[in-house]
C-alpha cells in the first residue's frame, strides 16, 4: 500500500504561480511513473503532466511551457511548478503513483485562479 500527501494548493491571481508538492510512502517509489492530473467541476479527470522513472516526461498540451514535473527519488517526492496560472487551470489536482498493475491516488489539493 502507498500513500500519497499532497500540498501546496490555494487561491492564485492569474499569472502567478504556485507550486505543489506530492509525498509518497513506500520504498519501489523510484520505479513508479509519476504523474499529476486535475479534475474541474463538472468535467473528467484528466492528466497535466507525468514523469517516468527514467525521468522523462508528459505534458498536456494545455499547461506546456507553463508547468514543469519534477521528482526526488531520495524524497519520495514529486512537484508539480505551475507559472503564468489561468482561471482554467481551477481544479482540484490529484497525485497518481503508477507502477506495474498498482494506482494510487493522493486526496486532491485545489488550486484557485482567480482575481
Known amino acids: 500500500q502507498v500513500q500519497l500527501v499532497e500540498s501546496g494548493g490555494g487561491l492564485v491571481q492569474p499569472g502567478g504561480s504556485l507550486r505543489l508538492s506530492c509525498a509518497a510512502s513506500?520504498?519501489?517509489?523510484?520505479?513508479?511513473?509519476m504523474g499529476w492530473y486535475r479534475q474541474a467541476p463538472g468535467q473528467q479527470r484528466e492528466l497535466v503532466a507525468r514523469i517516468f522513472n527514467d525521468g522523462r516526461t508528459n505534458y498536456a498540451d494545455s499547461v506546456k511551457g507553463r508547468f514543469t514535473i519534477s521528482r526526488d527519488n531520495a524524497e519520495r517526492t514529486v512537484y508539480l511548478q505551475m507559472n503564468s496560472l489561468k482561471p482554467e487551470d481551477t481544479a482540484v489536482y490529484y497525485c497518481n503513483y503508477h507502477r506495474m498493475v498498482y494506482d494510487y491516488w493522493g486526496q486532491g489539493t485545489q488550486v484557485t485562479v482567480s482575481s
Open positions: 513506500g520504498s519501489m517509489f523510484r520505479l513508479a511513473i
